[in-house]
C-alpha cells in the first residue's frame, strides 16, 4: 500500500493558486476535453480496481464482493453516466415560450462555477470522491479532492493516481487532518461539496459563509423503517439486515432503527433471527473478513460500543465484540425505548434498535418528534399505508420495500433535507450542483417601441401603457377549494371532452357517408 502523505500548510495554498491558473485557462470549456477527463478517471477506477479492492479491505475490512458491489462497480457507474450524459446536459436551453420576452431571445447558458472542494468521507472512501469529482468534471470545475484521513489506505491510492489520469491543472489531491482541512477552509472556493457529519458541516457552513461560497451538504441522521404487519416479512427482514450489516452498518442511509406495532414484534424478530442465520449459518463465521467488515477506527469502535453497553433493550442475536480486531458483530435489540442509548444519536454501526409502538400514528409521530432523516424506509404491500407514511413526514428520500440502494439508482437524486443536508448529487444531479445557470437575453432596439414607456421622464400616458401588461387573473376565489368541489370541478372537464370527442367521432362519420 503506498504511503499516506499529508500536504504541507504551504503547499495548499500553490494548489489553490495553480488550479485556479488552470480553470482560468478554459481547458473545460470543451465538453469533448471534459469527456476525455471523465473517461479517464474512468479508467483509472477499472485498471487499478484490484487496488482498490485491497485498500478497501485495508482501510475497512471491507470483502471484495462489497467493495467491487458498493464502490468500485457503483463508481465507473456513475463516471460513465456523466460521461454519456453531458453533452446532453451542457447545452443550453431555452425556457418557456413567452409573448413578452420571445423576441429578447432568453437563453440559459450551463457554466462551471469554478475552482471547487470536495470534502469526502470514510464510509464510501472511493465512491464519495470519484462521484462528485465526475459531477464536478462535467459541468466543466477544477477540483480539490480531500479525502478522509480515516481511510489512509485508499487516500494515499487516489494521492498516486490522480496525478497519473487526471490533468494537474484542474484537478488535485490533499490529504491531511484537521490543519490541513482547516487551511482548505479558509481559502475562497466557487463551492464546496461536503459528506460527513453534522457537527463538522456547521463548521464547514462557517467557513463557506466567510466568502459566501454555496455549499452542498450530505450528512445522516437516524433513518427510521415502519414496518406494516402485513408486510412480505421474509424479504422485509432480510432487506433490512443488510441494509445494517453491509459496510458494518457504516452507512448514511443504513436503516437505524425499526417501528413495529407491539402486537408484531415477535414476529419480526423471529424474521430478523431467521434472516441473520442464513447470512451466516454455523459454516460460515460472521468474524471472519471475507464475511463481514470492521469499524474504520478504535475510537469508532468505542463509540458504538458505548451504544451497545448502554441499552436497556434485550439483545436478541449478535452482541459479541473484539476491540483488537474493531469487529462488532451484527446485533439487534428488542424492547428499545425512546430514551435508550441506542436512540441518543446516528448509530452509524451495526447495531439495530428494534422499538415497539402502538400502531402507524404512533409511528409516525415518533419520526415527526425527531430530526428529518437522511432515509425513510417502509416495508408494506399496501399503497395506502405506505403513502400514509410517506405524506405524513419529510426526509431526504423515502423508499418502499428495500433500504440503501437509492443512491445508486440512476436519474434520482441524492441528497437530504434540513439537519439531514441540503442539495443533492450523482448523475445529472452532480452536474447541476456545480453548475451556474446564466440568464442571457439578447434585446433587439426595436423593442423600444413598444415598451419605451419605461423611460424618464414619467407621465400618466406612460403609466397607462405599464398597467396594460398586466396579466389577467382568474375571478376571485370565493373561498378554498372542497374536495367535493374538485371532484366537480374535474368533472365538468371530464364531460367537455367526452363531447368534443364525440362530436368529433361523429363528424368524420358524417364525412365518410358523404364521400360514399
Known amino acids: ?66 467493495g467491487h458491489f458498493i464502490e468500485i462497480s457503483s463508481s465507473i457507474s456513475e463516471i460513465k453516466t456523466a460521461y454519456s450524459g453531458v453533452e446532453k446536459w451542457a447545452k443550453p436551453e431555452k425556457p418557456a415560450f413567452s409573448l413578452n420576452f420571445s423576441v429578447m431571445r432568453p437563453v440559459i447558458y450551463k457554466e462551471a462555477k469554478g475552482v471547487v472542494l470536495i470534502i469526502s468521507p470514510f464510509n464510501y472512501p472511493l465512491w464519495l470522491s470519484v462521484g462528485p469529482l465526475a459531477g464536478a468534471l462535467a459541468a466543466g470545475n477544477a477540483v480539490v479532492l480531500k479525502p478522509s484521513e480515516s481511510t489512509p489506505a485508499t487516500s494515499a491510492l487516489l494521492a498516486e493516481l490522480i496525478p497519473k ?21 479558509s481559502l475562497q472556493w466557487d463551492h464546496i461539496l461536503y459528506t460527513g457529519s453534522a457537527r463538522v458541516a456547521k463548521l464547514v457552513a462557517a467557513a463557506a459563509a466567510k466568502h459566501l461560497t454555496p455549499i452542498t451538504l450530505e450528512l445522516g441522521g437516524k433513518s427510521p423503517v415502519i414496518i406494516d404487519p402485513e408486510c ?25 432503527y425499526i417501528l413495529v406495532p407491539r402486537s408484531f414484534q415477535d414476529k419480526f424478530v423471529q424474521a430478523l433471527k431467521d434472516a441473520y442465520e442464513s447470512f451466516y449459518p454455523e459454516s460460515a463465521d460472521v468474524s471472519s473478513p471475507a464475511a463481514y467488515s470492521r469499524i474504520v477506527t478504535p475510537q469508532a469502535f468505542r463509540r458504538i460500543k458505548g451504544l451497545l453497553d ?32 441506542l436512540m441518543s444519536e446516528e448509530i452509524f454501526g451495526p447495531l439495530l434498535p428494534i422499538v415497539p409502538v402502538e400502531d402507524v400514528d404512533e409511528a409516525i409521530a415518533f419520526i415527526n418528534a425527531r430530526d428529518h432523516p437522511l432515509a425513510l424506509y417502509v416495508f408494506s404491500q399496501n399503497p395506502a399505508f405506505k403513502a400514509k407514511v410517506f405524506n405524513s413526514t419529510q426526509s431526504g428520500a423515502a423508499v418502499a420495500n428495500d433500504t440503501i440502494i437509492h443512491p445508486g439508482a440512476e436519474g434520482l437524486p441524492f441528497g437530504g433535507v434540513g439537519p439531514s443536508g441540503y442539495g443533492a448529487h450523482t448523475g445529472k444531479f452532480g452536474f447541476d450542483t456545480f453548475t451556474h445557470l446564466r440568464s442571457s437575453l439578447d434585446s433587439p432596439g426595436w423593442v423600444d417601441k413598444i415598451i419605451g414607456f419605461r423611460f424618464p421622464p414619467y407621465t400618466d400616458a406612460k403609466l397607462k401603457s405599464a398597467m396594460k401588461l398586466l396579466p389577467s387573473l382568474p375571478a376571485r376565489p370565493k373561498g378554498p377549494p372542497s374536495a367535493a368541489s374538485s371532484r366537480k370541478w374535474w368533472g365538468k372537464w371530464f364531460f367537455l371532452a367526452l363531447v368534443v370527442v364525440v362530436a368529433g367521432g361523429l363528424t368524420t362519420r358524417i364525412k365518410m357517408l358523404g364521400a360514399k
Open 232 to 256: 412480505d416479512l421474509p424479504m422485509a427482514a432480510r432487506r433490512i439486515l443488510w441494509g445494517k450489516v453491509v459496510n458494518a452498518g457504516q452507512t448514511c442511509v443504513a436503516p437505524d
Open 165 to 185: 489520469y487526471l490533468d494537474r491543472d484542474l484537478v488535485r489531491v490533499v490529504n491531511g487532518a484537521i490543519p490541513e482541512s482547516t487551511k482548505l477552509l
Open 310 to 341: 448502554g441499552t436497556k433493550g434485550e439483545v436478541v442475536f449478535g452482541g459479541e465484540t473484539d476491540e483488537a480486531d474493531k469487529f462488532i458483530a451484527p446485533t439487534a435489540v428488542r424492547d428499545v425505548k425512546a430514551d435508550d442509548s
Open 1 to 66: 500500500m503506498p504511503e499516506l502523505i499529508y500536504t504541507s500548510l504551504e503547499e495548499i495554498d500553490k494548489i489553490h493558486d495553480e488550479l485556479r491558473a488552470g480553470f482560468q485557462s478554459g481547458k473545460l470549456k470543451s465538453i469533448a476535453y471534459r469527456k476525455y477527463q471523465l473517461l479517464r478517471l474512468a479508467y483509472l477506477v477499472k485498471d487499478n480496481a484490484k487496488r482498490f479492492e485491497k485498500a478497501l479491505a485495508s482501510d475497512l475490512g471491507r470483502p471484495p464482493l462489497e
